[in-house]
């Protein structure tokens, strides 16, 4: 069951599918979500797809912003896989909750597997806890990463990325001079 607030939203939602590298499959994410909101008799009017970092802060993500105006304009709901897909950046997610809480009778936010209810204090909670936690996991990974880097270049197994390199996925697959 979908908990959206007390008063209960039956317009229509856009899709909103993120993913944070070149190489990720963002349609994939599209498509899942569509037949979810089919499923749970949602009516998908706009699907966004974004390859823009989560890290990245709000003020430079065009596509996301671009997006929450659309939605209050047209009086439209949101829907995402997870939570992370909103961002993974602590800075932003006081501000996209407030979006939410101001915005929620005309464009709620659905989560295909999590219950966002915004209207009392222990929904926020539990939205602030699921956020804390989306930020939390990458900058725990780039913590541990960075501790194997330097394991790996004191065995002188790791000599890094080439100098001025700026496209990663580019790096990863020609770095043995593999095509």
Known sequence: MVLESKKHYFGEYFVYARVSSIDQNVKQQSKYVREWAKKNDKQVVL???DKESGRTPLVDRKAFKRLLSKAIKDKCGIIVLSLDRLTRNWDDVTFIEKHFRDNW????????????D????MGRFLFRVFMAQACFMPEDMREKQKIGIKRAQDESKYKGRKPGSKNKA?????????K
């Open 47 to 49: 699907a966004v797809l």
């Open 105 to 116: 009778d005309s464009s709620p936010l659905l989560v295909t597997n999590f219950a966002v």
């Open 118 to 121: 915004l209207s009392n204090a």
């Open 170 to 178: 580019f790096y990863r697959r020609n770095r043995n001079g593999k």
